[in-house]
């Protein structure tokens, strides 16, 4: 379609599975989390960025020269943050919040806008209640700790 040249994050949705695909990055690892029992976490009101590495920086500062060089030192995938409207009774909020729990590495699929899929592992580091006024919608926010670089589908 001329014009339109970009998505919006409108109708995305954040799904949950317990298991683990047999490959999970690399060649054949979009088909194996597609195989995955998904249960969707309802009520998601913000999705958390969920592609992407972060570089620590190595740094050399030598006397003879005076100049400080750096260079891309280690990697780690960035935390995903992701917010819902609190449904206590909801399937996949139930799910998130028993990883919460544990030290278990479920995989997450953010479906987008345009019908592509970001599949990922993660450790579910928060998924608390939020407070708030009395005009403030009741919410529950989450961490994930990524494990995994993001297999687009």
Known sequence: MAGIDFDTIASAKLYI???????AEGAGAAAAFALL??????QITNVGSVEGREYSTATLSTVGDAQDREKKGSFKLPNA??????AASDAGQILVKAASKDY???SFKVVNQ???NDYFT???SKFTKGGG????AVKGSMTLLRQTDTVVD
């Open 37 to 42: 029992t998904w249960v969707e976490v309802g």
């Open 17 to 23: 599975s317990a298991s683990a695909p047999t490959v």
């Open 122 to 124: 993660a450790q579910v």
């Open 133 to 136: 006024t009395s005009n403030d």
């Open 81 to 86: 943050e992701f917010e819902c409207a609190w």
């Open 104 to 106: 278990s590495v479920p």
């Open 114 to 116: 345009d019908e592509s």
